[in-house]
């Protein structure tokens, strides 16, 4: 049987999520922003939170796991390059290491730029992936400890999964992102259409997240450095695909 997904909203535009297999009754959450909602689904869906993994160590993505772990005891797991600045771990894990959950694989990505030690969760048999504050619906987090380097890294990573894949991430920030990317790839007909999606889904209320990775594919900049539009309109024909993020990067920290 296929696995769950529901997607939460918590805190003022953060999202979290639960992953359910119905065969084995496990569930996992992915970062807890806050405990009122995730204890509220679990409950109204007769669901045992049986795992917590943790994308990085901002306040917005662990300060609710005490309060969560009080009414629901889980196997909390996340980076050993973390591990000194995040709630206690029951299980450290690295890039590149997998472990089970629900009869499948999930894969540990390194991505590190928004902090140093964030890790994304892959799920390829289900063709999910939480990426928290790396690869947004169309953005990227903000660079606070790691280099453009490294976030390029990171996102190149991210960008070589299967175009289908679910992207979840965890914040509603699409409608200042499709803003700023129209900036950088106005000529981009594929990013117009997704912005007027998106302002339709925000006008109801809806959230944007998550996404398919081949739309992130065709419309984030923060994945583009290579597009030529893009390095033409920023006259960095000649630059490097990481020379070309960074510009698009500190554009976005002004914009």
């Given at each position: 049987m296929p696995l769950e997904l529901v997607t939460l909203p918590a805190l003022a535009d953060n999202y979290t999520y639960?992953?359910?297999?119905?065969q084995s009754g496990s569930t996992a959450v992915i970062d807890v922003p806050e405990a009122a909602p995730i204890s509220a689904a679990l409950t109204a869906r007769g669901w045992t939170l049986t795992d917590v993994w943790l994308t990085h160590h901002h306040y917005d993505h662990v300060d609710g796991l005490p309060d969560l772990l009080a009414r629901h005891p889980a196997q909390v797991t996340g980076a050993a390059a973390d591990a000194h600045r995040l709630p206690a771990l029951d299980r450290q894990v690295t890039d590149g290491e997998t472990f089970s959950f629900g009869g499948e694989v999930v894969q540990v990505l390194d991505v590190s730029g928004h902090t140093v030690g964030h890790v994304a969760f892959y799920l390829p048999d289900s063709a999910i992936v939480f990426t928290a504050d790396s690869l947004m619906a169309m953005g990227c987090g903000r660079l606070f400890e790691g280099t453009a380097e490294q976030m390029w890294q990171s996102l190149s990573k991210l960008a070589a999964l299967p175009a289908e894949t679910t992207v979840c991430?965890?914040?509603?920030?699409?409608?200042?992102?499709?803003?700023?990317?129209?900036?950088?790839d106005p000529g981009n007909l594929l990013l117009t259409s997704r912005a007027d999606?998106?302002?339709?889904?925000?006008?109801?209320?809806?959230?944007?997240?998550?996404?398919?990775?081949?739309?992130?594919?065709?419309?984030?900049?923060?994945?583009?450095?290579?597009?030529?539009?893009?390095?033409?309109?920023?006259?960095?024909?000649?630059?490097?695909d990481a020379e070309v993020f960074a510009e698009i990067r500190a554009r976005k920290d002004n914009f």
């Open positions: 639960l992953v359910h297999d119905p991430s965890g914040h509603e920030y699409t409608t200042g992102n499709m803003k700023f990317a129209l900036t950088v999606e998106v302002s339709k889904l925000r006008a109801k209320g809806a959230p944007t997240v998550p996404s398919i990775l081949s739309d992130e594919l065709a419309t984030n900049p923060f994945l583009r450095a290579a597009d030529p539009g893009i390095r033409a309109h920023l006259g960095m024909e000649t630059a490097s």
